[in-house]
Protein backbone atom coordinates (compact mmCIF):
# COMPACT_ATOMS: atom_id res chain seq x y z
CA UNK A 1 0.00 0.00 0.00
CA UNK A 2 0.72 3.76 -0.46
CA UNK A 3 0.61 6.27 1.84
CA UNK A 4 -1.12 9.30 0.87
CA UNK A 5 -0.70 12.54 3.25
CA UNK A 6 -3.42 15.37 2.30
CA UNK A 7 -3.18 19.15 3.30
CA UNK A 8 -5.22 21.68 1.65
CA UNK A 9 -8.43 22.23 3.02
CA UNK A 10 -10.62 24.50 4.66
CA UNK A 11 -12.99 27.61 4.72
CA UNK A 12 -14.22 29.39 1.55
CA UNK A 13 -16.53 31.31 0.23
CA UNK A 14 -18.44 30.37 -2.56
CA UNK A 15 -16.71 31.67 -5.31
CA UNK A 16 -13.66 31.23 -4.02
CA UNK A 17 -10.41 28.72 -4.78
CA UNK A 18 -8.63 26.20 -2.77
CA UNK A 19 -5.44 23.89 -3.28
CA UNK A 20 -5.67 20.42 -2.26
CA UNK A 21 -2.18 18.54 -2.44
CA UNK A 22 -1.31 15.05 -1.58
CA UNK A 23 2.20 13.46 -1.16
CA UNK A 24 2.58 9.89 -1.65
CA UNK A 25 4.83 7.66 -0.28
CA UNK A 26 6.46 5.36 -3.23
CA UNK A 27 9.16 5.30 -5.06
CA UNK A 28 6.97 4.37 -8.04
CA UNK A 29 4.39 7.21 -8.19
CA UNK A 30 4.59 7.52 -11.96
CA UNK A 31 3.47 4.42 -12.19
CA UNK A 32 0.47 5.14 -10.00
CA UNK A 33 -2.83 6.30 -11.41
CA UNK A 34 -3.80 9.41 -9.23
CA UNK A 35 -7.33 10.65 -7.91
CA UNK A 36 -9.38 13.25 -5.86
CA UNK A 37 -12.94 11.64 -4.84
CA UNK A 38 -14.76 13.21 -2.55
CA UNK A 39 -17.35 12.45 -0.03
CA UNK A 40 -20.37 14.18 1.52
CA UNK A 41 -21.88 12.26 4.78
CA UNK A 42 -24.30 9.89 3.98
CA UNK A 43 -23.56 9.44 0.33
CA UNK A 44 -21.25 7.43 -1.33
CA UNK A 45 -17.87 8.52 -2.43
CA UNK A 46 -17.43 9.93 -6.02
CA UNK A 47 -14.84 10.57 -8.68
CA UNK A 48 -13.48 14.11 -9.00
CA UNK A 49 -10.58 13.53 -11.44
CA UNK A 50 -7.93 11.22 -12.10
CA UNK A 51 -4.64 11.73 -13.67
CA UNK A 52 -2.28 9.05 -15.11
CA UNK A 53 1.57 8.99 -14.41
CA UNK A 54 1.85 10.68 -17.94
CA UNK A 55 -0.56 13.53 -17.20
CA UNK A 56 -3.76 12.05 -19.03
CA UNK A 57 -6.60 13.66 -16.99
CA UNK A 58 -10.19 12.88 -16.41
CA UNK A 59 -12.99 15.26 -14.56
CA UNK A 60 -16.13 15.03 -13.18
CA UNK A 61 -18.62 16.61 -15.41
CA UNK A 62 -19.76 18.77 -12.33
CA UNK A 63 -16.20 19.91 -12.02
CA UNK A 64 -14.85 20.57 -15.66
CA UNK A 65 -13.54 23.89 -16.14
CA UNK A 66 -13.75 25.15 -12.82
CA UNK A 67 -11.09 22.06 -10.81
CA UNK A 68 -7.63 21.28 -12.36
CA UNK A 69 -5.55 18.05 -11.00
CA UNK A 70 -1.98 17.66 -11.58
CA UNK A 71 1.00 16.10 -10.39
CA UNK A 72 4.62 16.22 -9.73
CA UNK A 73 5.93 13.26 -10.86
CA UNK A 74 9.44 14.09 -9.18
CA UNK A 75 8.01 15.08 -6.12
CA UNK A 76 5.46 12.39 -5.24
CA UNK A 77 2.31 14.50 -5.33
CA UNK A 78 -0.54 15.64 -6.87
CA UNK A 79 -2.54 18.64 -6.54
CA UNK A 80 -5.94 19.79 -6.91
CA UNK A 81 -6.63 23.78 -7.43
CA UNK A 82 -10.28 24.65 -7.32
CA UNK A 83 -12.12 27.51 -8.57
CA UNK A 84 -15.35 28.98 -8.62
CA UNK A 85 -16.45 27.09 -5.47
CA UNK A 86 -19.93 26.33 -5.19
CA UNK A 87 -21.66 25.11 -1.19
CA UNK A 88 -22.73 21.91 -3.51
CA UNK A 89 -18.64 21.20 -3.12
CA UNK A 90 -18.78 21.16 -0.09
CA UNK A 91 -17.32 17.73 1.17
CA UNK A 92 -14.24 15.75 2.51
CA UNK A 93 -12.10 15.41 -0.29
CA UNK A 94 -10.14 11.59 -0.70
CA UNK A 95 -6.75 11.13 -2.64
CA UNK A 96 -6.10 8.00 -4.29
CA UNK A 97 -3.78 5.77 -5.92
CA UNK A 98 -4.17 3.01 -7.80
CA UNK A 99 -1.49 0.48 -9.17
CA UNK A 100 -2.27 -3.06 -10.38
CA UNK A 101 -3.93 -4.42 -7.48
CA UNK A 102 -2.76 -1.14 -5.03
CA UNK A 103 -5.84 1.05 -4.54
CA UNK A 104 -4.54 3.27 -1.35
CA UNK A 105 -6.67 6.21 -0.04
CA UNK A 106 -6.02 9.22 2.06
CA UNK A 107 -7.62 10.07 6.02
CA UNK A 108 -9.32 12.64 3.71
CA UNK A 109 -9.41 16.78 4.62
CA UNK A 110 -12.37 18.71 4.64
CA UNK A 111 -13.84 21.30 2.06
CA UNK A 112 -16.69 24.24 3.45
CA UNK A 113 -17.87 26.30 0.58
CA UNK A 114 -20.13 28.85 2.37
CA UNK A 115 -22.85 30.86 0.75
Known amino acids: QVQLVESGGGLVQAGGSLRLSCEAS????????MGWYRQVSGEQRELVAT???????NYADSVKGRFTISRDNAKSTVDLRMNSLKPEDTAVYYC?????????WGKGTLVTVSS
Open 51 to 57: ISGGGST
Open 26 to 33: TNIFRSYV
Open 96 to 104: NARFLTINS
